[in-house]
């Protein structure tokens, strides 16, 4: 019996974000103008905004690929204040994956602009050579780093010991940047200045691609976002400087990822959209 | 898939990217034989290196029992399980593998057939130490040879593949291989710890590091490389196991070329797990006291000759001088000779690096010492 009723919460929820809680989705993502953009998921700005859902797709284009279905779909709404916009993506998932290690990955979303607005859109999938796509990329782990995660390895195995890090060792020499200086020793993609590498101040990256395999760090780092672990799923804000030209007479695209984690997805394996059109209103 | 050419399978194989062979590729021969497995070698690569937040876990070298010693747990069993038996048959005397390897045998959607071991795969790294292949009975006594009661030492490193599964694996072209000496490195700017990497090696020598969200591998000791001196494993091995070098394809061989002469001319070492088709190119030296049932599907089919060329050592003086070279000196020996009882150790250019009597001088005692009137014990 509690079986059934946990199944029909998990209905009943996945129908009311498909609905948008009983505003019709539209086919395009429709940007509603507020005074000030929210990066929270739960602000009530959200509430009277019109949805649109898409449906996600295999990333079954690219090896590696995703060779089975997970998330069916993602609710988006968009607003902007003239300067900043935001997109607030919800999903279905059962399982909250926030902790990386070997054979464990982090939830995920994404957005995809491209770079410049004209006509002749690059593909879809993360843009080609001379089309450049701007990708904002959120992370279930980089949110919780954001929000107070210690910097150790007793944050992803609590129950760790370790009995000495070089790091942390009173130097020899008086010199006092030598434990810094073993800490890169150790960390090198640290020492490379690697983003992806932690520690950050937010949960979301930028990123510029010219087709798969080619995603780059964005020269500036300009997006912002938080998310939230909802009963049913993610609910994710990522907000960035609206795109150049963008305007009600100039519309632009918009593409979705999200990674469910639990069903081992991570990089090129990930539900995905096509190019959705990004309309202001 | 491009077409490549992998000698030690004794055909062209596919792969994701066309031959391109470094101008020298870094290569190794372990002695089996010789390993204690006292784990200095261990030891001295995490000091070195995985002494950071993240890397605890990590074992770029690591030392394991086998039939029973695993890290991580059943690297070598889960992928045989996969590729589920394969054959190698003989042409012109030739051993040529008729199996498929991972990247041919690679499914639907994937570069490369693999699999990812979980943190809990890493946890007990010396599982199964001295564990013997058989029970050992009540009433059982030493025999020799050993039937079932026989276990050995297989110490590991990053194989530094001619056709890595690692850098195959990649969808971002974050791992390379250094064109100068074929050391095979992930590029710790690029990765974004996808670890399709970690899944792809089949030896399992990527790891994740889950404090920074990359994956790092063994790097040869290359600032060690580029001084001419072997890497840390090797100069800190006790039992002088171990030789590091630069090896040549077949076709090229050159018998003062100390590595050559080991696996292209002797063929007394050989590839770990050839029929994966990475071209690996660490050599082992395979143990004579094992059933080579066992080290056939390890090692391959050129076992039973390893084996006869290593047992015949003794009559071989060249052979013999060269595995005196073993563990001799820090500098990587490049070219080698034998002069008389002496084996003498070079660099690249002919200079002699060390020189190592390979017969030690024999003195007998006799038993009753007439000048004291005593009788001796066995000690030193």
């Not at chain 1, 103008?33 to 690219?62: C, F, G, I, M, Y």
């Not at chain 1, 780093?145 to 020899?172: F, M, W």
């Not at chain 2, 070195?48 to 993240?54: A, D, E, V």
Request: charged share 20%; proline share 8%; hydrophobic share 35%.
């Amino acid at each position: 019996m509690m079986r059934f009723l946990i199944f029909a919460i998990f209905v009943l929820a996945a129908f009311a974000i498909s609905c948008g809680r009983g505003q019709t989705p539209t086919a395009e993502v429709n940007v509603a103008q507020v005074k000030e953009v929210t990066l929270d998921p739960n602000d009530s700005a959200w509430r009277d905004v019109t949805p649109h859902v898409s449906k996600l797709l295999l990333q079954d284009l690219v090896d590696p690929r995703l060779m089975e279905p997970s998330t069916a779909d993602v609710q988006v709404k968009a607003i902007t204040d003239g300067a900043q916009i935001a997109f607030r993506l919800e999903w279905l998932d059962e399982t909250q994956n926030d902790v990386p290690s070997p054979k464990h990955f982090v939830d995920g979303c994404a957005v995809q602009l491209p770079s410049k607005i004209e006509a002749n859109v690059p593909a879809p999938q993360m843009g080609e050579v001379g089309k450049t796509v701007e990708i904002a990329f959120w992370r279930a782990d980089w949110q919780a780093i954001v929000e107070g995660r210690a910097d150790n390895i007793q944050s992803i195995y609590p129950n760790a010991t370790v009995d000495h890090y070089p790091s942390e060792a009173k130097p020899l020499e008086n010199n006092p940047q030598a434990l810094s200086e073993a800490a890169a020793r150790y960390a090198p993609a640290r020492a490379l200045g690697n983003r992806r590498a932690g520690p950050r101040d937010q949960p979301v990256e930028d990123m510029i691609a010219e087709g798969p395999g080619t995603l780059s760090p964005a020269p500036n780092a300009f997006s912002k976002g938080k998310g939230v672990k909802t009963k049913t799923g993610w609910a994710v804000v990522i907000s960035r400087p609206i795109p150049a030209g963008f305007t009600a007479s100039a519309p632009s695209q918009i593409a979705f990822a999200v990674w469910e984690a639990a069903h081992g997805e991570v990089g090129a394996r990930k539900m995905r959209t096509g190019w959705v059109p990004l309309i202001l209103k | 898939m491009a077409r490549v050419n992998n000698w030690q399978l004794g055909r062209e194989m596919s792969y994701w990217y066309p031959e391109s062979r470094p101008e020298k590729q870094f290569a190794a021969v372990f002695d089996t034989n010789k390993c204690i497995a006292c784990q200095t070698c261990t030891l001295a690569c995490k000091t070195t290196w995985t002494s950071g937040k993240g890397q605890e876990y990590m074992l770029w070298n690591n030392v394991e029992t086998k039939p029973y010693g695993f890290y991580p747990l059943a690297w070598d069993l889960n992928l045989l399980e996969m590729l589920d038996g394969q054959q190698w048959s003989e042409k012109d005397g030739n051993h040529v593998y008729d199996g498929s390897t991972i990247f041919e045998s690679a499914p639907a959607g994937e570069r490369v057939h693999g699999w990812r071991p979980s943190d809990e795969d890493y946890a007990y790294p010396n599982v199964g130490e001295d564990d013997c292949a058989g029970g050992v009975d009540g009433g059982a006594s030493m025999e020799v040879p050993h039937q079932m009661a026989w276990f050995y030492y297989l110490a590991r490193i990053c194989n530094h593949c001619t056709y890595p599964a690692c850098l195959a694996s990649c969808p971002r072209g974050s791992i390379y291989k250094r064109p100068e000496d074929g050391i095979v490195l992930v590029d710790q700017g690029r990765c974004r710890g996808y670890q399709e990497c970690v899944r792809g090696c089949p030896y399992k020598k990527v790891f994740f590091n889950p404090m920074t969200s990359t994956s790092e591998k063994c790097i040869a000791c290359y600032p060690k490389i580029e001084e001419g001196l072997s890497p840390q494993c090797f100069s800190n091995c006790i039992g002088k196991i171990r030789m590091a070098g630069f090896l040549n394809t077949p076709d090229k061989a050159q018998a003062d070329n100390p590595l050559d002469y080991l696996v292209h001319i002797k063929k007394v070492a050989l590839p770990l797990f050839p029929q994966f088709g990475l071209e690996p190119n660490v050599y082992y030296i395979p143990p004579i006291h094992v059933p080579t049932s066992f080290t056939k599907q390890m090692f391959g089919p050129g076992v039973d000759k390893a084996v006869e060329v290593y047992r015949n050592a003794p009559n071989d003086p060249d052979l013999t001088s060269l595995l005196g070279l073993f563990g001799s000196t820090e500098s990587i020996v490049r070219k080698w000779k034998r002069v008389g009882d002496k084996a003498i150790g070079m660099d690249e250019n002919g200079k002699e690096l060390v020189n190592v009597p390979f017969r030690e001088p024999v003195h007998i005692r006799p038993a009753y010492d007439k000048l004291h009137q005593i009788t001796r014990t066995n000690c030193p």
